[in-house]
C-alpha cells in the first residue's frame, strides 16, 4: 500500500526524511544551502529536525517501538 494511503507509513517516511536531511545538513551543509525551489523542501526538512530535535527523537523511538512490537 502506499505510504499516502496508510497513516503509519506516512509518518515512518516524514521522520526519515526529516531525520536524513538534518544529518545530512550536519555532514554537508553545502548540500542544503539553498531555500527555495526542490531543495528547499529538503532544507525545511532538516530546520524542523534541527528546531525540534528531542521532540523528533521521541517520534522515532515511537515509531521504532511501534514498528517492532505492533
Do not use: D
Amino acid at each position: 500500500m502506499s505510504a499516502l494511503f496508510n497513516f503509519h507509513s506516512f509518518l515512518t517516511v516524514v521522520l526519515l526524511v526529516i531525520c536524513t536531511c538534518t544529518y545530512l545538513k550536519m555532514q554537508f551543509p553545502a548540500i542544503l544551502e539553498q531555500k527555495t525551489g526542490f531543495r528547499g523542501f529538503f532544507w525545511k526538512a532538516a530546520r524542523i529536525g534541527e528546531r525540534l530535535s528531542p521532540w523528533m527523537s521521541v517520534g522515532c523511538f515511537m515509531m521504532g517501538v511501534s514498528i517492532i512490537f505492533f
